[in-house]
């Protein structure tokens, strides 16, 4: 046991530092961004589990030879007032650590979907007020403001793209077809759940520099996923001319808000400091939206090959490893015992 809470706490050590940020300077995401979101996911996973899974691991190490058993050692004392003398001041204190944080990355994740449900539906109301169907489009609300906007609001069937009037003034009708193409994608390849996911894990771990650098790899990556789409349909120049003109918005780029905000450019009554589903934007965040068009074109003018076939299983299979190498530690003890 006492082995087994060490090698989490260097897992856990290691994935919420050097891990992301040499993931987070290297330029190979750009060339496979599905596969590198995998990745994203799985050191966000493992890191958690291996951090919870350490002091959860070394608070039990006096009541058992594995988890299963400490375990069921904790429920006699929790259940049946089974004597608690084995446990010591730092034990007790690792428990209590493992179920305040998992308590707190549970409680967090629930706040913050409440937080964007309650955004999205405000939004929804005030686009019921202020926009008119597209006629050009299924699915797609058009909201009178000159500066161009383009953005997506996921609800299940009540998903819609918005644009402004003044972004389809400016766009040439492949250009738009461009545009619709890249919110789509966001839409059908559920990227909401996504941005969820990773802007609750930094509301929860804000000061942890893997929760940053994730959702800011997550927020570059799915745009990536999204112009992959596009190009299916259209040339690398006509989605390169669409980018800039979005981005020529008053708050960079709105598929950035793809989840959900209220932009001020989009309803003038709007707060600009809303970002992503409704949370407050973190200091920095236009810069970050700028960096991510920036890099988005980038890759469009200058186009690298898509990582090989071997590459991609090397690093799906990295993914599984870092899933696999916690669970197994703290599981197959106790299987085997």
């Known amino acids: 046991m006492f082995w087994t809470s060490y090698l989490l706490a260097v897992l856990a050590i290691v994935l919420a530092w050097p891990v992301p940020i040499l993931l987070s300077r290297a330029s190979w995401p750009a060339r496979s961004p599905f596969t590198a979101m995998l990745l994203w996911q799985a050191i966000a996973l493992a890191g958690g589990l291996s951090m919870i899974g350490a002091m959860l691991v070394y608070g039990l190490e006096p009541i058992g030879d594995n988890l299963i058993s400490g375990l069921r050692g904790l429920a006699d004392m929790v259940l049946f007032n089974a004597p608690t003398t084995a446990l010591g001041f730092w034990h007790l204190f690792a428990l209590s650590a ?10 967090t994740l629930l706040l913050t979907y409440y937080k964007i449900e309650r955004q999205r539906r405000r939004h929804r109301e005030l686009l019921a007020l202020l926009a008119a169907p597209s ?11 000159d500066s161009p906007v383009a953005y997506c609001l996921p609800g299940g069937a009540r998903s819609v793209t ?16 461009a545009v619709l193409s890249h919110e789509n994608a966001h839409l059908n ?54 980018i800039a003109i979005v981005a020529s918005g008053p708050t960079g780029s709105m598929t950035a808000g793809m989840a959900g905000s209220m932009a001020a450019a989009a309803i003038p009554s709007a707060h600009p400091g809303l970002a992503l ?16 068009t920036i890099s988005r ?6 186009p690298e090959p898509q990582l090989s076939a071997a590459a991609r299983g090397m690093v799906l299979a990295g993914c599984a490893l870092l899933l696999a190498v916690p669970t197994a530690l703290l599981i197959v003890p106790g299987l085997l015992g």
């Open 277 to 292: 589903d409704g949370l407050e934007a973190p200091t920095g965040a236009v810069s970050g939206s700028a960096r991510t």
């Open 135 to 145: 006629i050009d489009a299924a699915r797609t609300v058009v909201i009178s403001h």
């Open 189 to 242: 390849q559920r990227h909401h759940l996504l941005l969820w996911a990773f802007a609750a894990w930094r509301q929860a771990l804000p000061w942890l520099p893997t929760t940053r650098l994730a959702q800011e790899a997550v927020n570059s990556l799915i745009e990536m996923l999204a112009d992959d789409v596009a190009l299916k349909s259209e040339s690398k120049a006509t989605l390169i001319k669409a």
């Open 98 to 107: 493992a179920a305040l944080l998992t308590a707190h990355l549970v409680f």
């Open 297 to 302: 074109v980038s890759r469009l003018l200058s």
């Open 162 to 177: 918005v644009l402004s009037d003044g972004l389809m003034a400016a766009l040439e009708p492949a250009e738009l077809r």
